[in-house]
Every structure is written in C-alpha cells, then in structure tokens.
T-cell receptor, first 115, second 110 residues
Framework: AQKVTQAQTEISVVEKEDVTLDCVYE???????LFWYKQPPSGELVFLIR??????QNEISGRYSWNFQKSTSSFNFTITASQVVDSAVYFC????????????FGTGTSLTVIP | AAGVIQSPRHLIKEKRETATLKCYPI?????VYWYQQGPGQDPQFLIS???????DKGSIPDRFSAQQFSDYHSELNMSSLELGDSALYFC?????????FGQGTRLTVV
C-alpha cells in the first residue's frame, strides 16, 4: 500500500497564481517525519522542508508555505505568486522513526507554471 | 556547507556490462540510502546503510550490490546491466531526521 499519496499528477497554473500541492500519508508510528523535495528538469532532488510529527505548526518560507494537519494525515504545500522557475516535479516523502531505514515517496506532482 | 557528492554524474554502459556508482555522504552523517528513479517514476528504495552496516533492503535486484566503506563513502555495483536499469540513481545522506540527496547519477544502458 502506498504510504504517501499525491493525488495530483499534473498541475498547470498561470504565473502569479497560487497553487497548493496535496500530500496525504499513512503511518502507524507516533513519531515520523515528512518532507517535501523539488525535482527540477535538471534532475536533482532539492530539499525544501522537514516537519516532525510532534510539531504541527505551519511554516512559511518566502513564497512557500506548508500546512500540516495530523487529524487528516495531510501535509500540503502552497506556492504563492508562482513563478516559471517553480516548474518542477514535487515529491512528498515520509520517514518513520521506528523503522526509519527508508524514505517513502509519493508519486510526485508535476507543476507547470505558464508565463 | 558540504553536500552529498555522487560520481559519475552521467554513465553510459552497454548491456551485460558492469557499473559502479559512488556516493560521498555529508561528514558526520551516519546513514546512506540508495534510490533508483526510472523515467516519470518516483524514487524507489534500493538499500541503506547505518554506520557502515546494511540496515534495510528494498527492491534491489540480485545483480546489484552495495557497501559502505570505512571512510563512509558508499558504492553501488551493478552487474549484467539490462536496458531497464537505465535510470537516475540517487544517494541520500542522513543524520536522522535530516536527509539530503546527491545530484544523482544518470545511467543509460544501450
């Protein structure tokens, strides 16, 4: 069973629009970590954020913000005023503290920002 | 800050040949992961090492092997290469819970 679900396969927005990428996860561990990575066309996986399961504070970093809700097992990512450089595939990932020997990735959301 | 270094960045091999991918983790990180990402796919876990010992194994073919050396660098050895092995191979370096990925090695098997 998929531990991390990113239901949106592809999203297209016009530049300056806001966009939210959804991530739903599944785990039985009480301590776990959630990540977002950006994969631009060049291929590297760029770390964006890590969130611990015991810290539900939402976070904002510039145009990026993350909404972590344990009640719905979701860790959504919003880009405000999108730019063409935001075009990439975005992966949500889960690492479980008790069995933290691998990262479980979602299938990714391909975001295209149209100028 | 030092990042995860993978070499080579690109590799072209013929079917049935052998390839070795190298990963140099961030200093003082105790865990290394290897992932394989096929075209249009999400990264798939292959294997991990904690303090130079294999800690978990994913969907790694028997033709592949990996190890972590005393200096903490890791190598992924791939033998009898098949066309389907063409993919982006990532190494990740972690000191729980932080984890950073290298830029990847793009392997093309022809």
């Amino acid at each position: 069973a998929q531990k991390v679900t990113q239901a949106q396969t592809e999203i297209s927005v016009v530049e300056k629009e806001d966009v939210t990428l959804d991530c739903v996860y599944e785990t039985r561990d009480t301590t776990y970590y959630l990540f977002w990575y950006k994969q631009p066309p060049s291929g590297e996986l760029v770390f964006l954020i890590r969130r611990n399961s015991f810290d539900e504070q939402n976070e904002i970093s510039g145009r990026y913000s993350w909404n972590f809700q344990k009640s719905t097992s979701s860790f959504n990512f919003t880009i405000t005023a999108s730019q063409v450089v935001d075009s990439a595939v975005y992966f949500c990932a889960l690492s479980e503290a008790d069995t933290g020997n691998q990262f479980y990735f979602g299938t990714g959301t391909s975001l295209t920002v149209i100028p | 800050a030092a990042g995860v270094i993978q070499s080579p960045r690109h590799l072209i091999k013929e079917k049935r040949e052998t390839a070795t991918l190298k990963c140099y983790p961030i200093p003082r990180h105790d865990t290394v992961y290897w992932y394989q990402q096929g075209p249009g796919q999400d990264p798939q876990f292959l294997i991990s090492f904690y303090e130079k010992m294999q800690s978990d194994k994913g969907s790694i073919p028997d033709r592949f092997s990996a190890q972590q050396f005393s200096d903490y660098h890791s190598e992924l050895n791939m033998s009898s290469l098949e066309l389907g092995d063409s993919a982006l191979y990532f190494c990740a370096s972690s000191s729980r819970p932080e984890a950073f990925f290298g830029q990847g090695t793009r392997l093309t098997v022809v």
